[in-house]
């Protein structure tokens, strides 16, 4: 519940910058996908699925070697995770605010730190996760802009009595190939 308003604060936030006068920044929409590769803490073999991510975002502030913008991202697994050794299914979904920073020019490299609620639902329940985010990637723009991006979340602290997937820590790496204008 906490990392929920948490969420919807730091939205509201984002809101606030995306009714400034239209030459103070820039509006992105874009969208991405590539595979999420799970480390379940207490699990083993955990396969790596294929997800998807829709974005809006706001660079705020244009300085004169890079941008940095605020962005709002929902993703959401397109294929059935499994975790390993009892061959548990699961789909996936994640609502996150990620602050960035793009470098000036055509080629850019991109820095990406924030926080995400993700969500693992199962044939028994929906466990959450509060996550931290780091990323970087590199991209080119003309016009659009096409980006390659490696995030890695870590969540949980893998203390949890009893703990059994998913509710235990861990980490994933996303790998993606995206579009935003």
């Known amino acids: ?7 919807t604060s730091l939205a509201l936030i984002l809101c606030a910058f995306l009714v400034q006068p239209v030459n103070a920044g820039e509006l992105l929409i874009g969208a991405k996908a590539g595979v999420i590769d799970p480390d379940f803490d207490y699990t ?27 962005e709002l991202e929902y993703t959401n697994s397109v294929a059935d995770g499994k ?40 044939d028994s329940g929906t466990i959450e996760h509060d996550a931290t985010v780091v990323g970087a990637g590199i991209g080119f723009s003309t016009g659009l802009r096409w980006e390659i991006q490696l995030d890695s979340y870590s969540y949980g602290d893998g203390k949890a009595d009893g703990a059994s997937f998913p509710n235990n820590g861990g980490s994933a790496y996303y790998l993606t190939v995206g579009l935003s204008f």
């Open 83 to 122: 975790a390993f050794p009892s061959d548990l299914e699961y789909s996936y979904d994640s609502l996150g605010l990620i602050f960035s920073l793009r470098t000036a020019g055509p080629i850019y490299f991109i820095g990406r730190a924030g926080y995400v609620d993700q969500n693992f639902e199962y």
């Open 44 to 70: 083993d073999n955990d396969d790596p699925f294929a997800a998807v991510t829709l974005g809006i975002g706001y660079e705020f502030l244009d300085l004169v070697a890079a941008d940095i913008g605020a």
């Open 1 to 7: 519940m906490k990392s929920k308003t948490l969420i």
